[in-house]
């Protein structure tokens, strides 16, 4: 019988990026998953919990456990929000112990989609194909909240005709922040900016990230310089064939 | 006036800090695990090289002589016409430093000792310890060691025998646990006075002595 | 955001020499601190962190019987510990014993803490002469500037501004080589440590154990501060306190490595009370001022009593991308970047500058290289909960509330979500002020939204 695994694909991606939903559907499912996606999803919450509304930020997340209770695997387009969904959850269910139990059940089932394939599949060749050199911009909640820096290397790697040229300021913020990047909108565009002048250095025509909200900040960016680079997540590039 | 608004201001910080933490007056901690002081097992007889290359590293110049008798001759060149001050470290006599004619030593006044200092071209001290691992040398302020004399003039030498190496800085606190029974003030130099504080630029002897010398004798 | 200082931030996001001058100073400190941590020069780096961080919490977490203990061993060497609730004592103390001892100039070493209370200014109005001896700060003190940075003051300054500065100030030719502006502080300030009655100092630790203050410097200043002048005072906040002088070793590795990446600064000072009867030179009276000024408002939650962990390194404000860019005077108080970002609400009240805790990426950067591992980001998220908590009991800051109220409510509700969605309703609630959108077409592309979504696409593939 074929292994299941829930998506939850994120709002973002949901509704800006649908295609990185259907290119991470694309990969589990020629790696042999049987694939599904719980309807009644919608957002895990981080946008109020990261604005200071904890409270707000916990009725949302209750609607993620309870539509995600059963799921033996969620897998997660995100690092940010898959880190929201294991790390922080339990801080906002800190005081509700119902709650707290489901959040600390939940979270070792959550796993951000390199994290899966290469801890838990195993895999680092999915039998993608890509034609080109792409930098890839670590994101920061990934890197820093959920240890991630080797694995989508590990895949990219493996990727017939890719090349990975690393850029000097991998590690360095895009600038995005959620809500920061409208708060503190100069700001924000400076981070961004500063990190576009890293990528432009490697010469690589496309950045790929685990992330769809640091690209969409990327592009943005790149889009109103009018330059000749393109962001594309992980799992688009290993749907490629 | 003063006297009293001191004892009640430390009546309200302490009872600010005890309500803070919710702690009653004179509870006493939960013992803390003995400190783990990390002492690499290496050859005592490398301390000498290690220690000339990371003071070097810093910008000091180390000499290493065979005995006492050599470090005159060592420092010919550096003491040629100069004023220098020296401490009251046994040590500098047993080399001969104290009597050399250019050297003043064995100051037992205050302002004298501090004339001598502000106006020497070079100042000589024994280090009591020397730590490998930083290239850093450890005074011990005493009536033999005053501490101007490694910090106003624009040229510190330290002459020290070798048996007074160790490895590193947990090494020193394992010899002295509580350097405050031992010394009013124990200070540790590592390296040549600087400064990076304009256009993170480096410059030597900005207010210490911006040149520094070891003699090791073994 | 409300009372962010938007202006001055843009003044210095659009100065491109400013900018250089902050890029180039945070990396080379981080540079620096990335070679002193590597692995095979420190393998215990980890390990030691964590023993810093476990040292530091006992000792705050007891530091009513560490502070005893700390005055206790002050007083069997020979020194005075003076307790001050706030800046006010501290300039009533250290005048009042300087008009006893007739003192009129005080040389003062590098103390965040001194710049926390306005230290200078109090004095001076009382025809006290006091003068900074750090380089930067000394040029900082002639500029009439406060510091740009924990540990590099003058960061923001080019050989161009301090030979201005100098020549306005000193009465000197305008001299823009590095080397002979060093010459001619070292030549006024030296002058000034051979008159000086009193020599202030911070502390960057003040151990329990022995009665001792331990001062971490590179210049010599803090060394000529404490051993020129016949009276040593210290003023140091509560939350200085370690329990033993073994621990230093802990300390002092990470200290050096993280502020500028040297294995020890060029020299430590453990001070511990005034010159031995025998002894020719050093001070004849050792104050230490424990300071508290709002520091045990702080120790009251549990969790965010951390903040005073901190060692002052700076490493957290090299590696903060929102301090790379505004700088360090766009921050409301002395201490800049993330740590001042986390404790400068808790000194002053949330609601003081409720922008502070919102000017961050939340990309962990400051906590990854924190040597104590203060927890800067979950720090920021209580904050910013607790402004608009305090603003919702002000009955202020409502469209927001309501608009992540709304959020929540059709978040929870998927069809209406997804109806909502496809009459682009989808980014309103996220951004919920009037005119994110605006803010956010000021520095990108709007991203448009897809066709179809992903909910559309997986039910039409069924």
Redesign the interface.
């Given at each position: 019988m074929k292994k299941r695994v829930s998506l939850f694909v994120t709002c973002i991606v949901d509704q800006v990026f649908p295609q990185v939903g259907i290119a991470m559907t694309q990969v589990l499912e020629r790696l042999g998953f049987q694939v599904e996606f719980p309807p009644a999803q919608t957002c895990c919450g981080q946008p109020a919990f990261n604005s200071g509304y904890p409270d707000e930020a916990g009725t949302v997340a209750r609607h993620f456990l309870n539509t995600f209770g059963e799921s033996e695997y969620i897998v997660v387009p995100s690092g940010s929000c898959t880190s929201m969904l294991s790390h922080h959850y339990t801080e906002i269910f800190a005081s509700d112990e119902r709650m707290l139990a489901l959040a600390r059940g939940t979270s070792p089932r959550v796993w951000e989609f390199s994290q899966f394939l290469i801890e838990v599949v195993g895999v680092e060749d999915v039998g993608a194909r890509f034609d080109g050199v792409v930098t890839y911009h670590d994101s920061c909640h990934a890197l820093r909240e959920l240890h991630i820096k080797d694995g989508p290397r590990k895949l990219l790697a493996k990727v017939q005709g890719l090349t990975l040229r690393e850029m000097e300021a991998a590690e360095e913020c895009c600038g995005f922040g959620g809500t920061f990047s409208v708060k503190f909108p100069e700001v924000s565009g400076g981070m961004a900016r500063t990190k576009i002048d890293s990528i432009l250095k490697t010469e690589a025509g496309t950045v790929v990230s685990i992330d769809s909200s640091c690209l969409m900040q990327i592009q943005g960016v790149i889009d109103r310089a009018r330059l000749p680079i393109r962001t594309m997540h992980l799992a688009e590039v290993l749907a490629g064939r | 006036?003063?006297e009293g608004?001191?004892v009640s201001?430390?009546e309200?910080?302490?009872q600010?800090?005890?309500?803070?933490?919710g702690?009653a007056?004179g509870?006493?901690?939960t013992a803390?695990a003995a400190?783990?002081?990390?002492i690499p097992i290496m050859d005592r007889n490398r301390y000498g090289t290690l220690f000339g290359q990371n003071f070097e590293k810093l910008g000091g110049k180390s000499f290493f002589v065979r005995e006492p008798g050599e470090v005159v001759p060592a420092l010919a060149e550096l003491l040629q016409g100069k004023r220098v001050v020296a401490s009251n470290a046994p040590f500098l006599t047993t080399c001969g430093i104290s009597a050399l004619p250019q050297v003043q030593s064995g100051?037992?006044?205050?302002e004298a000792?501090?004339a001598a200092c502000?106006t020497a071209d070079v100042g000589i001290s024994s280090a009591h310890y020397a730590l490998a691992?930083?290239g850093?040398l450890v005074l011990l302020?005493?009536?033999e060691e005053?501490?101007?004399v490694s910090?106003?003039p624009p040229v510190h030498i330290a002459v020290f025998p070798r048996s007074r190496m160790l490895a590193n800085?947990?090494e020193l606190?394992?010899v002295?646990?509580?350097?405050?029974?031992q010394?009013?003030?124990?200070?540790?130099?590592?390296?040549?006075?600087?400064?990076?504080?304009?256009?993170?630029?480096l410059?030597r002897?900005?207010?210490?002595?911006g040149e520094i010398y070891a003699v090791i004798v073994e | 955001m409300t009372g962010q200082p938007s202006e001055t931030i843009n003044q210095t996001l659009g100065d491109p020499r400013l900018q250089l001058a902050i890029y180039s100073a945070t990396n080379r400190l981080m540079t620096h601190r990335a070679a002193a941590v590597r692995a095979d020069l420190l393998p215990d780096y980890q390990e030691l962190r964590t023993e810093a961080n476990q040292l530091k919490k006992h000792t705050i977490d007891h530091l009513d019987y560490y502070l005893e203990l700390f005055e206790k061993n002050v007083v069997a060497h020979g020194g005075k510990v003076v307790y001050c609730s706030d800046s006010q004592e501290v300039a009533d103390f250290v005048l009042s014993l300087a008009k006893e001892r007739q003192a009129h100039l005080i040389v003062k070493s590098k103390s965040m803490t001194t710049e926390e209370i306005h230290f200078n200014e109090r004095l001076e109005k009382h025809q006290l002469e006091v003068v900074e001896t750090d380089l930067g700060e000394y040029i900082l003190q002639l500029a009439h500037q406060r510091p740009y940075h924990i540990v590099a003051p003058a960061l923001h300054l080019t050989r161009y501004d301090v030979a201005e500065i100098f020549s306005k100030n000193l009465g000197v030719e305008k001299e823009v080589v590095i080397e002979k502006q060093t010459a001619i502080a070292r030549a006024t300030l030296r002058e000034k440590f051979l008159h000086a009655d009193i020599g202030v100092t911070g502390a960057n630790f003040l151990v329990a154990d022995s009665g001792a203050v331990v001062v971490v410097e590179n210049e010599g200043n803090a060394r000529l501060t404490t051993s020129a002048p016949k009276i040593h005072i210290t003023v140091a906040g509560i939350e200085k306190l370690i329990p033993r002088a073994q621990d230093l070793g802990v300390f002092l590795t990470l200290l050096g490595r993280s502020a500028t990446g040297q294995p020890l600064t060029v020299y430590t000072s453990f001070l511990s009370g005034p010159r031995k009867s025998d002894e020719i030179d050093g001070p004849d009276e050792f104050y230490v001022v424990l300071l508290d000024n709002g520091r045990s408002k702080l120790l009251a939650d549990a969790e965010k009593r951390q903040s005073l962990y901190c060692i002052r390194c700076g490493a957290c404000l090299n590696h903060c991308p929102v301090y790379r860019k505004i700088g360090g005077h766009n921050y409301p108080w002395v201490y800049s970047g993330p740590i001042g970002a986390i404790i400068t609400p808790q000194f002053h009240g949330v609601l003081k500058d409720p922008w502070l805790p919102f000017a961050s990426s939340l990309c962990g950067a400051c906590a990854e290289v924190c040597p104590v591992k203060i927890e800067i980001p979950k720090l920021l998220l209580k904050l910013r909960a607790e402004v608009t908590d305090a603003q919702r009991r002000q009955g202020r800051g409502g469209v927001e509330r309501l608009a992540f109220r709304m959020w929540a409510w059709v978040m929870t509700r998927p069809k209406i979500y997804l109806m909502l969605a496809r009459i682009g309703g989808f980014f309103a609630p996220v951004l919920p002020k009037v005119g994110p959108l605006g803010k956010w077409a000021s520095q990108r592309e709007v991203p448009k939204l897809a066709k179809t979504s992903f909910h559309e696409w997986w039910r039409e593939r069924k």
């Open positions: - | 006036m003063v608004a001191q201001s430390r309200v910080v302490l600010n800090v005890r309500r803070a933490l702690r007056a509870l006493v901690p803390l400190p783990r002081l990390r100051f037992t006044d205050r000792l501090r502000a691992e930083t850093t302020a005493s009536p005053p501490r101007l910090l106003l800085l947990d606190l394992a002295l646990p509580n350097p405050a029974e010394t009013s003030s124990m200070v540790l130099i590592t390296g040549p006075s600087r400064t990076a504080d304009i256009e993170q630029i410059v002897g900005v207010h210490g002595p | -």
